[in-house]
């Protein structure tokens, strides 16, 4: 059976069963979370770079969202840091066109996090239907950099477990 890309055995419920959750969780936890950051300012993608990398991230960077809908295509990001105001396609239209995409091709949604300059209702609810988890306004404290890092990997993890438990997923043998 696969799993994540691997071969599995059958597993037995029971002791085996807890051992290879456990050893999933422990890979999950040891990679390094994924993040790509779409901003068209240079100084706010360092900065948000600096952070994640010290959080011990990879980081993959556009300069506007038709780019981050093709880098996000490559891979299945833990984190998206999404600029709502970018040239050839804004924030908004890049979120909907990922989600759509993470949709047909059932990769797991990545934690998506809006970044403006304004903090306007308007834009949090404009976040909210395009299919952001959030909204953070510029300029972005470290801490919340940190926070939504943090989240991401919990989504992950949570993630795995849930497909851990999903009997298409697993094989028990008894």
Same mark, same amino acid.
């Given at each position: 059976?696969?799993?994540?890309? %691997?071969? +599995?055995?059958?597993?037995k419920a029971? &002791? ?13 936890? =040891? ?5 790509? *950051? &779409? ?7 360092? !900065? ?10 990879? *980081? =993959?960077?556009?300069? @506007?969202?038709?780019?981050?809908? =093709? ?29 759509? +995409? ?8 990545? !934690? +998506?996090?809006?970044t403006t ?15 952001? @988890?959030?909204?953070?306004? %510029? ?6 950099? *940190?926070?939504?890092? !943090? ?18 997923? *697993?094989?028990?043998?008894?």
């Amino acid at each position: 059976m696969l799993l994540g890309g %691997k071969l +599995i055995p059958p597993l037995k419920a029971g &002791a085996d069963m807890r051992e290879h959750l456990n050893q999933q969780l422990h890979e999950n936890q =040891r990679r390094p979370d994924l993040v790509l *950051v &779409a901003d068209d300012h240079v100084e706010d993608r360092i !900065y948000l770079c600096h952070i994640l990398t010290r959080q011990g991230a990879a *980081v =993959r960077m556009a300069t @506007d969202g038709a780019e981050a809908v =093709r880098i996000a295509q490559e891979a299945a990001f833990d984190l998206i840091l999404m600029d709502v105001s970018m040239p050839r396609m804004d924030g908004f239209a890049t979120v909907r066109q990922i989600r759509e +995409i993470e949709r047909a091709t059932g990769q797991p949604p990545a !934690y +998506i996090q809006m970044t403006t300059g304004h903090g306007e209702m308007e834009d949090m609810v404009w976040s909210q239907e395009a299919g952001a @988890d959030g909204h953070l306004v %510029k300029p972005i404290e470290p801490r919340l950099i *940190v926070k939504a890092l !943090y989240e991401a990997r919990l989504r992950r993890v949570q993630g795995g477990i849930a497909e851990l438990h999903e009997p298409s997923k *697993v094989r028990t043998s008894l």
